[in-house]
Nanobody
Framework: QVQLVESGGGLVQAGGSLRLSCAAS????????MGWYRQAPGKQRELVAT???????NYADSVKGRFTISRDNAKNTVYLQMNSLKPEDTAVYYC????????????????WGLGTQVTVSS
């Protein structure tokens, strides 16, 4: 049916940049909110950024001014541009999407990607 696949994670030095992508595929009728979350070892999962279908965004205070979330509705893809990376940004990053599937008669659910590792070295 529906799956979300993240890409773009990796190892980067402090001060560097990465761009994460998350593409949704399958029997998709519509996608509402999309977002990025992250979880560092020993920490709770936290919201990083969200974006509505219309392009409205919100960010965690810790990433404001450094990260930018965007989406391409035609490609069912959400992006996270990460600049000025810090070691404390090291985490597994997960994307989410609220999706109504074809034939579900307006019944949405939240889908999650499997995560991609971002490691920032000092």
């Amino acid at each position: 049916q529906v799956q979300l696949v993240e890409s773009g994670g990796g190892l980067v030095q402090a001060g560097g940049s990465l761009r994460l992508s998350c593409a949704a595929s399958g029997s998709i009728y519509s996608i509402n909110n999309m977002g990025w979350y992250r979880q560092a070892p020993g920490k709770q999962r936290e919201l990083v950024a969200t974006i509505t279908s219309g392009g409205s965004t919100n960010y965690a205070d810790s990433v404001k001014g450094r990260f930018t979330i965007s989406r391409d509705n035609a490609k069912n893809t959400v992006y996270l541009q990460m600049n000025s990376l810090k070691p404390e940004d090291t985490a597994v990053y997960y994307c989410s999407a609220d999706i109504t599937t074809s034939g579900s008669y307006g019944y949405p659910r939240r889908y999650w990607g499997l995560g991609t590792q971002v490691t920032v070295s000092s």
